[in-house]
């Protein structure tokens, strides 16, 4: 079994696939569901796979993460949600 | 084969939707709003070739029905039939960015639930062609169970295939109950798997992926170099709609005076000769000159929306603007306003949270609106000398770049300041979007999208601000003078009444009378305030004047008063439009009051400044 790690912690260059959608694990502002349904709407579900393309200049936040063939841009605190490894 | 038909275009952001919808109808289409709520409905209409007639309804993008902003809410009830007044769509129309096709499958899937007749376009089947994406359209509509058809909404015939299609639509075709309620997580997976499985199975990726948008990317989006060139693209965006405009505005400029002399030559000596050159005449045309430079204006924003790059700035500019207490999101609309508040601050509908909204609503007016510039264009040329900075850099378009960083500024402290007021422990809410492939522009959407503002922009100069102009010249030419008066007509006439009145407020921003008289009918509209100097001044001084407004107010006005004025419409606090669709948009009065009140604040208290520093500093 591979090491997972939250994709809210991953460096700029990371590579990898979604194990799970936890938000549990998130402190977003958003209701859990409501959270867990915007991820999945923009293509963040399980088997994706995710590649950390760019950080932001303050915080290295946000991130554009490559998930498939599109890309999305997310806060890292958000991204804290999904489980990838 | 003749009945009309009713189609919605449904399709997520990003899918070229709108360049189809341009494609399909051209010119024929226009925007109101939803009853009761302020969501933009855009119609249009179209004959197919077999002479088909077909009325269409582009809704708002959406990556599901759940509805979680007003304009989704709106796209739900449409597609479900539930709005009042509004027919029930015969068929709806999915959108799909052909070279991306995974959300709007899925969106597609859910579509499907709604049980009306549906029809999928692959938009910019070209693009994915050539990228060799390899597309089974049978298999596609098999699978889907909805017929497919593709676009091309850029090129001259691309539309062919989807108008061939709806010649033998039938619209009594199959339509049964929607099933649809809102997905829970555990459904929404369940149809992203769907429909990547058939994206799996019709699709096939090219062999060698297309890494363009990548490669443009890793430049764009690299944190040092992305906020460079974001600053280069706003730096180039500014001069060029100052320095390009120039010769185009002189012909203009030109014309009207050509114009106004003719009228003078034809018409006898008298009221109706003042009313036509100085009233209509000088006054529509001083307004109507700055034509170029909204178009100009216009033709960035939309080449960068077009283009993609929109989406990354929101990325770049996410963590600055957060740091003022700005969403990410906010910076599209903030963009909008450089042109009008007005859509602006409608544009602030796509930021769901209710507090990161209302922040950008009320620091929306602050940004330097297409009106402001008559104002700023001509107490610059008149004030401040033609010549290069450093060689190269245009010392007016400078100080533009200025007022437009000061506008910047004082918005992002205003936020600043909100944020502590309205609680500190606030939570920023998340920032989510996708970063589109770039895309080249197309001409014919961007012909249109300027073609509709500029023609939104004539209406008002035809309407609102050429009545505003008559009223005007009535305060200026009325009443008239006593027989044997020795000072010029305008002394005597009602505007100088008015504007005496509030002269003794504006004065200690070095505001004299006349200036006084221009910021009232600016209510209506900030650039009729040029306007009114001109009716002003050319009434005073005879109709060489009119010409040279420019020259008039430098002979008038010390420097320090122009400073001062140019400082007040960084602030510039009346503009009853943007007020109203305040109130509008917050459904309070209380806000459209706030943003009135913490502007005009403002703008007394930097114009003061501004006024008395420059006295202090010997230019008074």
Not at chain 1, 23 to 48: H, K, N, Q, W, Y
Not at chain 2, 48 to 68: F, N, Q
Not at chain 2, 244 to 261: K, N
Not at chain 2, 347 to 373: E, G, Q
Request: hydrophobic share 50%; aromatic share 8%.
């Amino acid at each position: 079994m591979t090491k997972t790690l939250l994709l809210g912690q991953a460096p700029r260059g990371f590579i990898g696939r979604i194990r799970s959608i936890d938000v549990a694990a998130c402190s977003s502002v958003l209701a859990p569901t409501e959270l867990e349904s915007r991820l999945i709407e923009m293509g963040f579900v399980e088997d994706a796979r995710v590649e950390i393309l760019h950080e932001g200049m303050f915080g290295r936040d946000p991130i554009a993460v490559r998930v498939n063939n599109a890309t999305v841009a997310i806060r890292r605190r958000e991204a804290m949600a999904i489980i990838v490894d | 084969m003749t009945t009309s038909l009713n189609l919605t275009l449904v399709g997520t952001p990003n899918s070229g939707k709108t360049a189809l919808f341009n494609a399909l109808t051209g010119s024929r289409q226009r925007s109101a709003n939803y009853p009761g709520v302020t969501v933009e409905r855009k119609s249009g209409a179209f004959v197919t070739p077999a002479g088909r007639s077909v009325a269409i309804v582009d809704l708002p993008g959406t990556y599901s029905l759940r509805g979680r902003s007003p304009d989704e809410e709106i796209t739900r009830e449409v597609v479900l039939g539930g709005i009042r007044n509004e027919a029930v769509p015969d068929c709806i129309v999915c959108v799909a960015d052909a070279t991306n096709l995974r959300l709007s499958v899925r969106l597609v899937l859910e579509l499907k639930r709604v049980g009306r007749p549906m029809l999928l376009v692959l938009n910019m089947i070209d693009l994915a062609r050539h990228r060799g994406i390899k597309i089974e359209l049978d298999r596609l509509a098999t699978e889907l169970g909805i017929p497919v058809t593709t676009s091309v909404s850029v090129r001259k015939g691309g539309t062919a295939d989807l108008l061939q299609h709806l010649d033998t639509f039938d619209p009594a075709g199959e339509v049964t109950a929607s099933t649809w309620k809102p997905l829970s997580t555990h459904e929404l997976r369940a149809l992203q798997r769907d429909a990547d499985r058939i994206i799996a199975d019709a699709v096939t990726p090219p062999s060698k992926p297309d890494n363009l948008t990548t490669r443009i990317d890793s430049v764009v989006l690299q944190p040092a170099s992305g906020l460079l060139i974001l600053l280069a693209i706003l730096f180039v965006m500014f001069q060029a709609v100052f320095s390009w405009a120039q010769p185009l505005m002189e012909l203009l400029s030109s014309s009207f005076a050509w114009l106004g002399q003719l009228v003078h030559a034809m018409l006898p000596d008298g009221l109706l000769q003042s009313f036509v050159q100085n009233g209509v005449i000088s006054g529509v045309g001083s307004v109507v000159v700055f034509l170029p430079q909204i178009v100009i204006l216009f033709f960035f924003i939309l080449m960068l929306e077009d283009f993609g790059y929109m989406a990354r700035a929101a990325f770049l500019m996410d963590r600055i603007m957060g740091g003022a207490g700005l969403h990410g999101r906010a910076f599209i609309p903030l963009l909008s306003s450089f042109a009008c508040a007005i859509p602006g601050i409608m544009a602030a509908r796509v930021i769901d949270n209710r507090r990161d909204r209302l922040t950008t609503i009320l620091i929306a007016p602050l940004m330097t609106c297409s009106a402001r510039i008559p104002v700023y264009t001509l107490i610059i040329s008149a004030f401040v000398p033609q010549r290069e900075v450093f060689g190269w850099i245009n010392l007016q378009g400078l100080v533009m770049f200025g007022l437009y960083a000061a506008g910047i500024t004082s918005a992002l402290a205003v936020s600043f300041v909100v944020k502590f007021v309205l609680g500190r422990d606030y939570e920023p809410s998340p920032f989510m979007m996708e970063l589109p492939d770039y895309k080249l522009p197309r001409p014919k959407s961007i012909a249109l999208g300027i073609y509709m503002r500029a023609k939104a922009f004539l209406y008002r100069a035809g309407t609102t601000i050429f009545s505003m102009m008559v009223l005007i010249w009535f305060l200026a030419s009325f009443p008239q003078p006593p027989a044997g008066a020795q000072d010029p007509a305008i002394n005597y006439s009602l505007a100088a009444i008015i504007g005496h009145a509030i002269e003794p407020a504006l004065a200690p921003l070095g505001f004299n009378w006349q200036i006084a008289v221009a910021l009232i009918p600016g209510m209506a509209a900030r650039e009729v305030a040029v306007a009114a100097l001109g009716t002003v001044y050319a009434i005073e001084g005879g109709k060489e004047a009119a010409d040279r407004i420019g020259e008039v107010l430098a002979s008038n006005w010390s420097f320090a008063t122009a400073i001062s004025l140019l400082v007040w419409y960084i602030f510039a606090p009346q503009c009853a439009s943007t007020l109203a669709v305040i109130r509008r948009e917050t459904g309070s009065w209380k806000w459209m009051a706030v943003t009135f009140g913490y502007m005009l604040a403002l703008a007394y208290a930097a114009s003061f400044l501004a006024y008395n520093i420059v006295r202090a500093l010997g230019a008074g």
